[in-house]
């Protein structure tokens, strides 16, 4: 929107503001370009499950799909990964709009560790994906043990969903000065040096049809760093591609 421009001509406080004005129409131009973005991003994330799903009504009604239990199976996965996207969207819009509510209390970290391995341990049991946890000491932390275990979860879904067979997923907790960390390494495949510092991104992912397969939303790690900054603290990752990935959540246990 160019008209949202105003012409500049010396550097005097007139024209001060005027440069002001100027960065603030660019960054609605910047914020308009990646709603677009965005907007066509769950457009798509959404017609895939969709178009599956009608693929398989329409053979049906066709005859040329049986109406039996494998196809009932069929819809149920894509009526979850549809669930799925749409829930994951839904937190993302509360965190954007500052409505993110936590539920802090002391949490044993152990325990809540734990709880997330046992979440897991059907999916990576089936995966030939061996899950441990490995916690030093009796760390506890003020935090929303639901919010925590959510973000927390989607760090072991990825890491087992990226791992082949054999390897291995290690849920590890820490206090590290004032800080208690959270790791979630694994054994995978690992991500490249150009794509690490984008994979926060909405919707980012390093080949999106692999990871369609893999059966994400591309909004996992996003919404694990909005949970783990309304608690106040970072997540980061680090990885060696071919040998395995690192995610790291550092909370503030202390000030
Ligand atoms: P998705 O729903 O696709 O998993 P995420 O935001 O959780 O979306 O992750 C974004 C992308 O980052 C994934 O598609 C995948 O390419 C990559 N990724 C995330 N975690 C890992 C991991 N542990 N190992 C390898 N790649 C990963």
């Given at each position: 929107d160019v008209s949202a421009r105003v012409e500049v001509a010396g550097g005097d406080e007139i024209g001060r503001l005027a440069d002001a004005f100027n960065a603030m129409a660019r960054r609605r131009e910047q914020l308009e370009e990646l709603r677009k973005g965005m907007v066509s991003d769950v457009a798509h994330e959404l017609r895939t499950p969709l178009s599956n799903i009608r693929g398989w009504l329409e053979a049906t009604e066709d005859g040329l799909?049986?109406?039996d239990r494998a196809l009932m199976s069929s819809l149920l996965e894509e009526a979850a990964l549809l669930q799925h996207v749409v829930d994951d969207l839904q937190d993302l819009a509360v965190a954007d709009a500052g409505e993110l509510t936590l539920h802090r209390r002391p949490t044993d970290v152990r325990e809540l560790l734990d709880q997330v391995a046992t979440a897991h341990r059907r999916g990576a049991d089936g995966a030939g994906v061996h899950l441990s946890v490995e916690v030093e000491g009796e760390p506890s932390v003020a935090a929303d043990p639901v919010r925590l275990r959510q973000a927390v979860g989607n760090l072991v879904s990825n890491a087992v969903r990226h791992t082949p067979p054999g390897g291995r997923v290690a849920l590890r907790a820490r206090e590290e000065g004032a800080d208690l960390v959270i790791e979630v390494a694994d054994t995978g495949v690992g991500i490249s040096p150009e794509d690490l510092p984008l994979v926060?991104?909405?919707?980012?992912?390093?080949e999106k049809s692999r990871s369609r397969r893999t059966g994400g939303s591309g909004l996992g790690l996003p919404i694990v760093r909005k949970l783990v900054e309304a608690h106040g603290g970072s997540v980061s990752a680090a990885s060696v591609p071919g040998e395995g990935s690192v995610f790291t959540i550092r909370l503030p246990v202390r000030s």
């Open positions: 799909v049986a109406p926060f991104e909405r919707f980012w992912r390093v």
